[in-house]
């Protein structure tokens, strides 16, 4: 008797480790699905976030700085362990490591806002005042999408309305619960809580509890990242994010924002020069009605004189990018002599 | 060895299937909370049940919501085994509006506007009396 009913047991969570796996696959899929469905319905008027080159170019202005993705982040403590590797072997494990590096640098998505849900099912006259609180139902089935479950809001005054965003958010997280996840989200998220965190220079940190809490698309999620990338761009510390998985996006936001100027300048004080030249082609892929975009496509620019031609033609402080563009000339004149 | 499957599924004469909704947590008391499951029929309330298909919690939560979960595609499937309902459990799927509603749900909505007017005209008759009062007590 007890046999079989821990038997029944095991199956039932064996069901639902399987059902789990299964479920995240088709999370995968469907978030593959929008974005597929987003490259194909425009073709090639604006370059997207999700674009194959886009991505390119912004992986490679990310970096890969293998001591900063694998710093010591806060875990459980357990006591170092030693290998002892032939050449080939330590090979294989940077390979191995970079591998999993990039995995961890995968960018999270920039979707644009969700508009609200304003649908209503059914008024009801005859229910008004059937009683004092609303009531809400979720449909627990465990193998739909989130996005497609049913979550349907009775008011006391009859009317069955769907539940907004925030309200799905919410009981989302309260039948399937995720972790990392709270039902009220951290009071970080407040305006002044958000400055007191920038001056201490914890804006990755910020970034990523607020991945893990808010969806791509929703509205606190925009305005905090916003929020952050103001700052950065305001003080210059571009460095903070460099070879984390948000630097992508800071550069999507500066470029479509048409405020490129600080990070090129950041990039020529570091000797990244590849790295300006092809955020500067982002720009230009972009923004290809621009004045830069048309002098370069007209004269098949490449290297440092694309970097001239924007610092002519767009940016607000050419002076400098023009300095550093010399002095990195008069190094690199120098060095090809020595 | 005994052969366990016939003492394991007690067989009941003119036995049902039931939806209904059974009482969890009765530790803490003052504290309701409602498991919809599918039992049958003859068993105890909180009893052993066949499957769990949803909860429903009486209490309103800080945003004034009392929550109902339903899984749609198990309950379709128990009365398609021909599973009964309980008065509660239709009259929660009617307001949810999987089924139509129940009766009962406009009964007991047009009593309390009743009582709601009834009281309404009660207090409106009181604070004409409670002036009048005052006014002699000045």
């Known amino acids: 008797m007890a046999a079989l009913g821990t038997a029944r047991c095991l199956f039932q969570s064996f069901y639902r480790v399987k059902d789990v796996q299964r479920i995240r696959k088709t999370l995968l899929k469907c978030n593959a699905r929008t974005f597929c469905d987003e490259t194909s319905v425009k073709g090639g008027a604006k370059p997207r976030f999700t674009d194959a080159a886009v ?6 202005i990310t970096g890969l700085d293998l001591q900063k993705v694998f710093r010591p982040i806060k875990q459980e403590m357990k006591p170092p362990t030693y290998k002892l590797m032939t050449d080939e072997q330590l090979e294989q494990a940077i390979q191995f490591a970079t591998e999993e590096a990039k995995k961890q640098l ?48 009775r008011e006391p005054d009859g009317t069955l309305r769907k539940a907004t965003w925030e309200e799905r958010d919410r009981l989302v997280q309260v039948y399937f619960p995720k ?8 009071v970080l998220f407040k305006e002044e809580n958000l400055k007191i965190v920038f001056s201490q220079d914890r804006h990755e940190d910020v970034l990523n509890l607020c991945l893990v809490q808010f ?36 550069a999507w936001y500066l470029v479509n924002a048409r405020r490129v100027d600080g990070l090129i300048a950041d990039m020529l004080r ?26 370069a496509t007209s004269q098949q620019a490449t290297g440092t004189d694309l970097l001239k031609i924007y610092s002519q033609k767009e940016s607000q402080r050419s002076g400098y990018i023009e300095l550093a563009l010399q002095a990195y000339e008069e190094k690199a004149a120098e060095g090809s002599a020595s | 060895m005994v052969h366990l499957s016939s003492h394991l599924l007690k067989k009941y004469h003119n036995g049902y299937v039931v939806i209904r909704l059974a009482l969890a947590g009765h530790k803490q008391a003052n504290r309701p909370f409602y498991r919809i499951v599918a039992a049958h029929n003859k068993r105890s309330r909180d009893g052993k049940y066949i499957e769990q298909l949803g909860s429903f919690d009486p209490l309103p939560n800080i945003y004034n919501e009392k ?67 005052k006014q002699a007590d000045v």
Not at chain 1, 111 to 139: C, H, Q, S, W
Request: glycine letters at 6%.
């Open chain 1, 215 to 250: 969806e791509p698309d929703s509205a606190d999620y925009i305005r905090v990242h916003e929020a952050t990338y103001e700052d950065l761009e305001k003080n210059g510390k571009y460095n903070l994010l460099r070879s984390t998985r948000h630097f992508g996006g800071l």
């Open chain 1, 55 to 60: 991505q390119d170019i912004l992986t490679r």
């Open chain 1, 106 to 153: 995968q960018m999270p998505p920039v979707l644009p806002e969700r508009k609200p849900i304003n649908d209503v099912l059914a008024v009801d006259k005859i229910l008004d005042g059937m009683d004092t609180a609303k009531y809400v139902f979720t449909d627990i089935t465990y193998s739909i999408p989130h996005r497609e479950r049913f979550i349907v809001v």
């Open chain 2, 67 to 133: 929550l109902v979960g339903f899984n749609f595609d198990r309950i379709k499937y128990w009365i398609g085994c021909g599973a009964h309902l309980t008065k509660p459990v239709a009259k929660l799927l009617g307001l949810s509006g999987f089924f139509p509603l129940h009766p009962m749900t406009v009964t007991e909505a047009e009593r309390r506007r009743a009582q709601a007017k009834l009281a309404e005209t009660a207090a409106g008759t009181e604070d004409p009396q409670q002036e009048e009062q």
């Open chain 1, 179 to 186: 972790r990392g996840r709270k039902l009220m989200p951290h």
């Open chain 1, 270 to 295: 570091r000797d990244m020069l590849q790295d300006a030249i092809s955020l500067v082609s982002l720009f230009h892929m972009v923004h290809p009605h621009s004045e830069s975009a048309q002098e």
